[in-house]
């Protein structure tokens, strides 16, 4: 599937709920993104609006707004992630625009929109498609562990944060980015419906895969990365967080990926964990994140922050804090980028 595209994000373009957004805007090569949809953030470019970099990526503030300045795109991608993942009804109504004008509808929520009988009778008048990426795959389809992943002898490294919706996948991408740059064959192994929108060759949607079947898909992916683009180093795009109770995850990527080492992502401007805000459960420090993870026998290599929130001067304290206090490098990965990242990896290509 590739295309032009719009992307919905229903008024939340400044949330952490619109990170498939964001992720759409910072680059795909799945989909060439020809607006936003979002009515109150109309008007801006969503690329200054998002990091500061414009990207002639305009914001409408409805599809009929899109469609009246007379261009047209294959696909409409729901580009938000909310709890619960159904569709807002407050965006059902671009939502039946776009399909009654024949573009085709790629939705990444929990909600199967296909199952929708409005949505795909308009569907159908149309001749449009709803793709839901994130239906089950066949259990006949999936693979289980097996420990093949002693076959990848390159650097192994994932991206994990001490909460959700840090940013692990911009993280993830971003230094595969940088490895490239300096002249690395590197390649990103995608976890989310993110990452398959984005285009990344290889990877799963781990919250749609039978629990059972999480860990072989693992495999799996980095084990046929391997074999097919011999890499210099693979990158894995972390998901949830250990110890958030609303959806732990990450012993998967350090116990069945037996990763060489983690990049761990940290907001110091965030309290208490996302998802089940009205408990106020306040995210344990840094290192004991990091004395956790090397429980599970992987070294923490790097820390990078997030720094929503937070002024320039004050992500820069909490770098040098950060640096003083736990002994490894710290980056700010959206105001810095991550060259800096590329001789640690190296340092383990050479271990």
């Given amino acids: 599937m590739k295309g032009t595209a719009i992307v919905f994000s229903n008024g939340i373009f400044d949330s952490r709920s619109a990170k498939t957004t964001h992720g759409l ?11 936003v949809i979002d009515h109150k953030f109309h008007g801006n470019d969503a690329g200054e609006l998002l990091d500061g970099v414009h990207r002639d990526i305009p914001i409408y503030a409805s599809v009929e707004e899109f469609l009246n300045s007379g261009q047209s795109v294959d696909y409409a991608v729901i580009g938000i992630a909310p709890g619960g993942g159904q569709l807002p009804a407050a965006m059902r109504e671009d939502v039946i625009k776009a399909l009654s004008n024949g573009v085709s509808l790629v939705s990444g929520l929990h909600q199967f929109l296909a199952d929708d009988s409005e949505l795909a009778e308009i569907a159908k008048e149309n001749l449009a498609d709803i793709h839901d990426i994130r239906k089950p795959r066949p259990k006949k389809d999936l693979a289980f562990w097996n420990g093949d992943i002693k076959e990848v002898t390159c650097p192994k490294l994932v991206v994990m944060g001490d909460d959700c919706g840090l940013g692990k996948r911009t993280t993830a991408k971003f230094t595969v980015e940088a490895l490239r740059k300096k002249g690395y064959k590197s390649e990103m192994i995608f976890t989310g419906q993110t990452g398959w929108m984005q285009g990344w060759k290889y990877g799963f949607i781990l919250d749609s895969t039978v629990n059972d079947f999480v860990s072989g898909e693992l495999e799996h992916m980095m084990v046929r990365c391997f074999r097919e683009e011999s890499p210099d180093a693979i990158v894995i795009e972390g998901q949830a967080a250990l110890r958030n109770p609303s959806g732990p995850c990450g012993a998967e990527f350090l116990i069945s990926g037996r ?9 110091p401007a965030r309290k208490y964990y996302e998802g089940v805000p009205e408990l106020k459960i306040e995210i344990p420090p840094v290192k004991s994140e990091i004395e956790l993870i090397a ?14 929130g937070l002024t320039l001067d004050e992500a820069k304290r ?11 490098p710290v980056f700010l990965p959206i105001e810095e980028g991550l060259d800096g990242i590329v001789p640690i990896i190296e340092q383990l290509r050479k271990s």
């Fill in 318 to 328: 909490y770098q040098s804090d950060y640096q003083e206090e736990l002994d490894i």
């Fill in 295 to 308: 429980m599970y026998g992987v070294p923490v290599v790097a820390l990078t922050l997030n720094t929503k």
């Fill in 25 to 35: 805007i910072r680059g795909s090569e799945r989909f060439d993104i020809k607006g």
């Fill in 259 to 267: 990763m060489d080492g983690v990049i761990l992502q940290h907001a």
